[in-house]
């Protein structure tokens, strides 16, 4: 640390001008260089993984519970007959344990696969990220222990009801046995799990929605329609003079192409591409010290040329765009955004005209203000951007940016075409634009999905656990639904009463789910653009993903309720 701030206090010595030295931050590599939001999403998602494990549990235990209500008569029978209650409590833990330790392994061989599959992953074909995936002994020996507990977490939810049964009064009573109404913890256990449910339902309509207006917003550009052309001029041999020249020649080329609307040419990279963007000090035209601290504004800078506004679709608020004879032998001139113009002259009226300082004391005209836009990321704040002629300011390396409705493939075929006719050795990349934004919607497409995933396996459990709640509800009352049928009953009283209590669960759970899952998603707004809950769809969406999966829970024992026989029911009384 010592080290890292003698060398900047050299810098700021050498470089007065140019570097003010603050305060230095040193980290480790790994989750704490990403930002407060990323690693409280990655957070959680383990807490939700945890909470998943226990809804499944808790699911479990509530399908153990209904089986064991199921066989009450069998296990009555076999304590009758002098059978111990340990033997028979042992018999349903090893039942338990074997199908916690045969998810355990299905579990475990489906992960193994995910990670091999994602050491080999590349998410971003331009960019060579690897992900060392390594598990170990220690992973699976985890992965062990969380299988046991879970198996004995589920198995024991039966036990009570072994450990107090009564041989003689189960035996006289029948099938039929006392209905419990007040809340049991396995109705507690039951709303929880449906809160988590709703949980993750509500965060992934949330990032979908939001991941949607990402890929069909406007980020002070319009990618859609649009295809790209890395060329870098200095690979090929020219020289800083024949360089302006020559991408002038590549623009008039591009404009040739059947179907090209428009053509322009900006340095470097396009907005919101890679490390696109550099930053660059401005100052107020009154400004004498021109050092870092008196700095106006700090916006982002790109050199374009003329054509580039239209092929991007930005849209010119005030003044005019760049022509070809704004070249180094006229004034400086550059055209900003909204918030620069507002930033440092107040208004977008009052800043065509005005001018402003470069650090390196250049004199800049405004002649134009563009709408604003993202630069370096989708979940920024809205920051202040300059565009400068590239004529004025050249670089070797760049991007033309050719905006038509042509086919894809069919337009790169064609622009590769062009630029071999000017120069058969020139190298060019072709994408489309949007193709070039996969490193800024990652984080966006990563939320998705995994929140996709945990909400598509929320749901499963769900279902399992009201059918579970749903098939205990009626494998307790089947003599008392019988005996309505019987009366004359109709058969929405008959589904009421069977099917009424679950029904409560699960209203009550998905009020609470969607209230949390409402709060949980604020984290997702700094990570997936435009993800907001205050959209009727997410709403709306919830409110019918939870009544279906109510529904679809329910079906079965709804069918079972409605077949019930009262001759046969009561013929085996």
Excluded at 171 to 182: C, E, N, Q
Excluded at 439 to 449: H, N
Excluded at 457 to 463: E, F, P, T, V, Y
Aim: glycine fraction near 10%.
């Amino acid at each position: 640390m010592a080290d890292v701030g003698g060398v900047n206090t050299y810098l700021e010595k050498t470089y007065p001008r140019e570097i003010v030295h603050h305060d230095t931050v040193l980290s480790r590599e790994g989750l704490t260089s990403f930002g407060p939001a990323v690693r409280a999403f990655v957070a959680g998602l383990m807490v939700l993984s945890g909470l998943i494990l226990l809804a499944a549990c808790a699911n479990l235990g509530g399908l153990f519970a209904a089986r064991a209500a199921d066989r009450s008569r069998e296990v009555a029978l076999r304590l009758a007959l002098g059978s111990s209650r340990r033997r028979i409590l042992r018999g349903l833990l090893t039942e338990a344990l074997l199908i916690s330790l045969a998810g355990g392994a299905a579990g475990l061989l489906v992960s193994f696969m995910l990670l091999l599959r994602m050491s080999i992953w590349q998410p971003i074909p331009a960019v060579p990220l690897h992900l060392p995936v390594t598990p170990d002994a220690t992973l699976y020996l985890v992965a062990l222990g969380l299988a046991l507990l879970s198996g004995l977490l589920f198995g024991i939810v039966p036990i009570r009801q072994i450990l107090h049964a009564n041989p003689y009064e189960i035996v006289k009573a029948g099938p039929s046995a006392r209905i419990v109404r007040r809340l049991t913890i396995r109705d507690v256990l039951l709303i929880v799990q449906i809160a988590i449910c709703a949980v993750l339902v509500t965060s992934s309509l949330v990032a979908v929605r939001g991941l949607l207006r990402s890929l069909h917003s406007k980020f002070g550009f319009d990618p859609h329609n649009t295809m790209t052309a890395g060329v870098d001029l200095t690979t090929a041999g020219y020289s800083a003079g024949k360089v302006p020249a020559m991408q002038r020649r590549m623009i008039e080329a591009m404009g040739t192409i059947p179907g090209v609307e428009a053509v322009g040419l900006v340095n470097g990279y396009p907005p919101l591409v890679y490390t696109a963007g550099n930053r660059a000090d401005v100052y107020k035209e009154e400004t004498r010290d021109l050092r870092p601290p008196n700095a106006a504004a700090s916006p982002f800078r790109y050199e374009v040329s003329p054509g580039y506004f239209e092929a991007a679709a930005t849209t010119l608020l005030a003044g005019r765009t760049f022509s070809w004879q704004d070249d180094k032998n006229a004034p400086a001139v550059a055209i900003v955004n909204r918030d620069f113009a507002g930033t440092m002259f107040g208004s977008v009226p009052s800043a065509v005209g005005r001018n402003y300082r470069l650090q390196d004391g250049t004199r800049v005209q405004v002649v134009g203000v563009v709408e604003d836009g993202k630069y370096m990321s989708l979940t920024e704040a809205q920051q202040p951007a300059m565009f400068l002629p590239f004529l004025q300011s050249p670089a070797s390396a760049a991007y033309l940016v050719v905006r038509s409705k042509r086919d894809p493939q069919q337009l790169a075929t064609a622009m590769r075409s062009k630029v071999r006719e000017l120069d058969a050795g020139l190298p060019v990349d072709t994408q489309t634009w949007t193709q070039m934004l996969g490193v800024v919607l990652f984080p966006a497409r990563v939320a998705t999905m995994a929140l996709g995933v945990l909400g598509l396996m929320g749901a499963m459990l769900s279902i399992t656990g009201i059918f579970g709640m749903a098939a205990y509800s009626v494998s307790k009352r089947l003599r008392e639904l019988g005996i309505r049928m019987a009366l004359g009953a109709p058969r929405k009283e008959v589904l009421l009463a069977a099917l009424g209590r679950p029904f409560k669960l699960l209203a009550i759970g998905s009020a609470a789910g969607l209230g949390l899952g409402l709060l949980a998603t604020r984290v997702l707004a700094f990570i997936v653009y435009q993800a907001t809950p205050r959209d009727p769809f997410v709403l709306a969406g919830v409110v019918v993903a939870m009544g279906l999966l109510g529904l679809l829970a329910t079906w079965i024992p709804a069918q079972r309720a409605l077949s019930v026989n009262p001759l046969i029911l009561l013929r085996e009384d």
